[in-house]
């Protein structure tokens, strides 16, 4: 008869196996936001189904590894925008992001602010209308 220990033993092992596998998925995301990736080929990276990579990062992290890249991609595009040297557009190419449209929706949720109004050069407040000249009269 075998130890029920032994059983316990090698799922805790099994699943510290595959929060290693996520660690190095969160991480591969982490580095390649700006290349196309899919769950699928995160999944095939790390020698796992699709389907069980997604519910076991869900419940390692949160969220799913889809919403974790986009969450990159704009974290990444926040901090272009603030340095100011480019555009929306060339942002949104520059993190990945395969639509300007889905780049802009994605970046209001999570930001609050739509990407065109975000940054220092943005932000900025019109400067101030130049003084009334007293008519002459």
Not at 30 to 57: I, W
């Amino acid at each position: 008869m075998c130890n029920p220990a032994w059983g316990r033993a090698l799922t805790e092992a099994q699943r510290l196996k595959d929060f290693a596998r996520l660690r190095r998925v969160r991480d591969r995301i982490d580095r390649e936001y700006a290349q196309p990736l899919d769950v699928e080929a995160l999944a095939r990276g790390a020698g796992m189904a699709a389907g069980h990579l997604s519910r076991e990062f869900r419940l390692a992290y949160g969220q799913s590894p889809y919403g974790y890249l986009v969450a990159r991609r704009i974290e990444r595009a926040a901090a272009l925008l603030r340095r100011g040297d480019l555009g929306v557009t060339e942002v949104c190419s520059a993190v990945g992001c395969p639509s300007p449209g889905t780049f802009g929706t994605r970046f209001t949720e999570l930001v609050g602010v739509p990407p065109s109004a975000y940054g220092p050069v943005r932000n900025r407040e019109a400067p101030a209308a130049p003084p009334q000249l007293a008519s002459r009269t």
